[in-house]
T-cell receptor, first 115, second 112 residues
Framework: AQSVTQLDSQVPVFEEAPVELRCNYS??????LFWYVQYPNQGLQLLLK??????LVKGINGFEAEFNKSQTSFHLRKPSVHISDTAEYFC?????????????FGQGTRLTINP | DAGITQSPRHKVTETGTPVTLRCHQT?????MYWYRQDPGHGLRLIHY???????DKGEVSDGYSVSRSKTEDFLLTLESATSSQTSVYFC???????????FGQGTRLTVV
């Protein structure tokens, strides 16, 4: 079974600083990777996804992630964060993109931006 | 928003009582899912549906049942609620061939 580990449960950073949220997944022949964001009292919203092709994936709100097959990682980065980026971030994996997309989520990383 | 409505948004119930949560979509999407969110666990899949009357179990299905009698509605039932089922429940949907799932706003359920 697939599994996802988010290495940091909380990440505090100052506004305009860079940030990296780390995600590792269990190895599989085919893997499709996602980052979702959850703002307070909201549902989840897709930030970006890796399905195939270029290992550097760009998403919304200036976020990007790099797929590293040898290290089984999919870390999320942003060069300069804003107060509005305060949220919880979830890394997720699926072993298929056809049919039912049963997502396996990591534990989540709470990103707090300090002024 | 992707046309997903969860009801109720908040509910407090007593141990041993039955509870039904509803997910309603206006997108005519084929696939619907129920997840629960708990601190330290992220989201875990309870049940999912791949069509009317077609459902299957997820990772944490014990104590839950589902039904989908029409495309737009996916019901999650706790036959006899327990305190361990206190959680935030999310419904998600996506269409055939789509690679992005859309999530509802969540239902916060407290079992006392």
């Amino acid at each position: 079974a697939q599994s996802v580990t988010q290495l940091d449960s909380q990440v505090p950073v100052f506004e305009e600083a860079p940030v990296e949220l780390r995600c590792n997944y269990s190895s599989s022949v085919s893997v499709y990777l996602f980052w979702y964001v959850q703002y307070p009292n909201q549902g989840l919203q897709l930030l970006l996804k890796y399905l195939s092709g270029s290992t550097l994936v760009k998403g919304i709100n200036g976020f990007e992630a790099e797929f590293n097959k040898s290290q089984t990682s999919f870390h999320l980065r942003k060069p300069s964060v804003h107060i509005s980026d305060t949220a919880e971030y979830f890394c997720a994996v699926s072993d298929r993109i056809q049919g039912a997309q049963k997502l396996v989520f990591g534990q989540g990383t709470r990103l707090t931006i300090n002024p | 928003d992707a046309g997903i409505t969860q009801s109720p948004r908040h509910k407090v119930t007593e141990t041993g009582t039955p509870v039904t949560l509803r997910c309603h979509q206006t997108e005519n999407h084929r696939y619907m899912y129920w997840y629960r969110q708990d601190p330290g666990h992220g989201l875990r899949l309870i049940h999912y549906s791949y069509g009317v009357k077609d459902t299957d179990k997820g990772e944490v299905s014990d104590g839950y049942s589902v039904s989908r009698s029409k495309t737009e509605d996916f019901l999650l039932t706790l036959e006899s609620a327990t305190s361990s089922q206190t959680s935030v429940y999310f419904c998600a949907i996506h269409g055939q061939g789509a690679t992005e799932a859309f999530f509802g706003q969540g239902t916060r359920l407290t079992v006392v």
